[in-house]
């Protein structure tokens, strides 16, 4: 598949990454990419930027080496409730700014439980309007029941995210990926593709989840970010979603 979008990456904000905003989009603009998505950590991380890094997003022009920058967050689940770190009284100036929000939940933030409380955490944050995708979610650390929640997002209007960098990992599981894809069929729920970058280099790259998708012959049309008009028609329902 040819891929327009990607829309989780990291910049020097986040610590552990190493690549300016700038630095991705003129690499993203070489290679295809005509969306991209500046998701740096949620404050609750260990390393992540300060509230004000989201709160001054938006001072950056819509468009950086004529790709078009989406001002976003990977923000971090907190709880079986399914709150994540944009607290209440930061609310309402974060999702008058951010344009894309990705959620996760990492070990650093929630402390792995059981299957009922993950998928309950999940269930949760689906409630929250502005989330658009639950990333990263094949770790067994965090099993929860696919069927309930692929089938809550399709429901929703919300997107499961195939993760390179996960799929680049030693050990990953990728019969949890393959049956998280199955029950995306089976509900219709759309899907994503995310470099997950942490260096400009690997935006875009998605060869891995490009050969798991085309393998398991996952049909494309639930692939959000392979066609231009499905990834603006996603961003549409969007804007009506948050009215």
Known sequence: ?????????????????????????????????????????????????DTWHFENLKTLPDYIEGVRVFRGIEANILDSAGAIDISPENESVYYRILEWVNVSMHVQTFRPSTKAEHTKAYLGVLKNPYVDVICHSE????????????????????????NECRLERKGTQTDRYLRMLDCCVKYGTGVIVGSDAHFYTHIGA??????????????????????????????????????
Request: proline content about 2%.
């Open 1 to 49: 598949m040819k891929y327009i979008a990607d829309m989780h990456t990291h910049t020097v904000a986040s610590t552990h990454a190493y690549s300016t905003v700038t630095e991705n989009a003129a690499w993203a603009a070489k290679h295809g990419i005509k969306y991209l998505g500046m998701t740096d950590h949620g404050v609750a991380m260990q390393d992540a930027p």
């Open 139 to 162: 770790s067994i650390k965090f099993d929860y029941d696919f069927d309930e929640v692929i089938r809550a997002c399709g429901e929703c209007g919300r997107l499961i995210e195939i």
């Open 206 to 243: 998605f060869d891995l989840a490009d050969s798991l998708l085309t393998d398991s012959g996952f049909p494309e049309e639930l692939v959000v970010n392979s066609a231009e008009e499905r990834f603006l028609g996603y961003i549409r329902k969007r804007e009506e979603r948050i009215k």
